[in-house]
Structures are given as C-alpha cells and as structure tokens.
C-alpha cells in the first residue's frame, strides 16, 4: 500500500514563507509524477505546481514568482517552497503522486492534506 505523508503546514504572517515536504512510501515501481493542489471550503481543488519524472514543470499562474515545485526522484518526495505567501494562498494543500506498480499499473495516490493559514 502507498501512502503519502506530508508535513510543513502551518501559520505564518503574509510575506513569510513555508515549506511543505510529501514522501511516497511503500511498494511502488516508479514515480511518473508528484504535485501539489490547494483547497478553501466551498471552492473546487485546484493545482498549483507539479513536476514529472522528467523535471517537466508548471506553476499555476497565481503562484509563480513566489513558489516552486522540486522534487527528489530517488526519495519519490516532493516540495513546495511558498515565498511572499499572501492571505488567498490560505487553503489545505494536498500532495498527490502518480505512481507505476510492479504490473505495470498507474495509480493516482492522495494525501491527506496539510493545513496553510497566512494572516495578514
């Protein structure tokens, strides 16, 4: 079974900055590729940055300048490093993983979210 466990969430004042951390773990064969989408109560789950196994990035337009997407292949881990966070970047930020088992089958994994509050 994979499980992707996140971390870094947190309250910090608008212009601070976080780091949210996601680590695919158990029997998997390869990674195609890790993102990050954000959540606010009554809105749809959008996607704010992704990186495939190839180092094919996007950052949503709301986001770029101010945060970046890396991830280590090796680890199946990525990151989010969120500067100049601003008051509408307040969301739970979900990792997600697409993953290729040992038969060959992809699979789409979720985390469970990692609560993001800027104050302003």
């Known amino acids: 079974q994979v499980q992707l466990v996140e971390s870094g969430g947190g309250l910090v004042q608008a212009g601070g900055s976080l780091r949210l951390s996601c680590a695919a773990s158990?029997?998997?064969?390869?990674?195609?590729?890790m993102g990050w989408y954000r959540q606010t109560p009554g809105k749809q789950r959008e996607l704010v940055a992704s990186?495939?196994?190839?180092?094919?990035?996007f950052h949503a337009d709301s986001v770029k300048g101010r945060f970046t997407i890396s991830r280590d292949n090796a680890k199946n881990t990525v990151y989010l490093q969120m500067n100049s966070l601003k008051p509408e970047d307040t969301a739970v930020y979900y990792c997600k993983a697409s993953l290729t088992n040992g038969s060959g089958t992809r699979s789409e994994y979720w985390g469970q979210g990692t609560q993001v509050t800027v104050s302003s």
């Open positions: 158990g029997k998997m064969f390869s990674t195609n590729a």
């Open positions: 990186i495939t196994s190839g180092g094919s990035i």
